[in-house]
């Protein structure tokens, strides 16, 4: 996804943690009841243009696309950002998953099951209020390589409850969630992030009002990268030696 001159405009481009974990490679994924997976990781894919999306939401500083999938009453949802920080550190924000309950809405437990590399097995659990705690078990790899003005960053990931912690009375278990995260340089200090969702919330929430709040979710979870990214710490966190080169 990117920007033309003057004005976002869609373009496809390419509370406990309960152990220890590398702020490496998780990316939020808060989304999970309130911001809906991607169509497969399309913004990966540089310089397509796909019209099936539609525009849902312009704000002054985030635009949200939608579009229906085959045979699922789930909208994906793909959110499209200028944020003025590098590619940098917001990448560090993103993969600071021990501190997520701190920052992160809803967030209330990760864990991590597995790390290969840059690939790994997590667990999260998500304390919405407004209905019961949703968990799941998801795999998550990350690429970065250098580019003239910072690094290319992308995430993405897909259900892995199998191996993770068995269901639990009272936690709603999310079976469907499949994202990604693009972050490309727009000059040496901006940052064009591309969010992807497409995630069925579990229980007995209706599609139509999930596919609403998947909106607001999508603010949020933009609204708390932006002030995240303020902290010094990622700023100085984010050396070329923390992120992996591309295979």
Known sequence: ???????LLWRLRGKRVSSPMPPRIFPPLIAILF???PGLFAAENSGSTDTTWKL??????????SRARAGSPHKEFKAVATIDAPTRALGAVIDDFENYPKFMPFTIECQLIKQDGDTMIGYQRLSPKICA??????????????VPD??????????????????QKGIVRVKICEGSW????????????????????GGAIPSFVGNHINVS?????F????????DPKYAAASTASSMPARP
């Open 133 to 146: 705690d949703r968990d799941y078990t998801l795999r998550v790899s990350k690429k970065a390589w250098p």
């Open 223 to 230: 609204v708390a990268l932006r002030k995240q990214v303020k």
């Open 56 to 65: 849902t939401v312009r704000d002054k500083d985030l635009e949200i696309y």
């Open 182 to 201: 693009r972050l490309e340089p727009e000059g040496p200090t901006k940052t064009l992030a591309t969010y992807s969702i497409y995630t069925d919330s």
């Open 35 to 37: 911001a809906g997976c």
């Open 150 to 167: 910072g690094l290319v960053y992308t995430s993405r990931w897909s259900p892995a409850n199998e191996l993770g912690p068995p269901e």
């Open 217 to 221: 979710g999508i603010r949020r979870l």
């Open 1 to 7: 996804m990117g920007l033309e001159k003057g004005h």
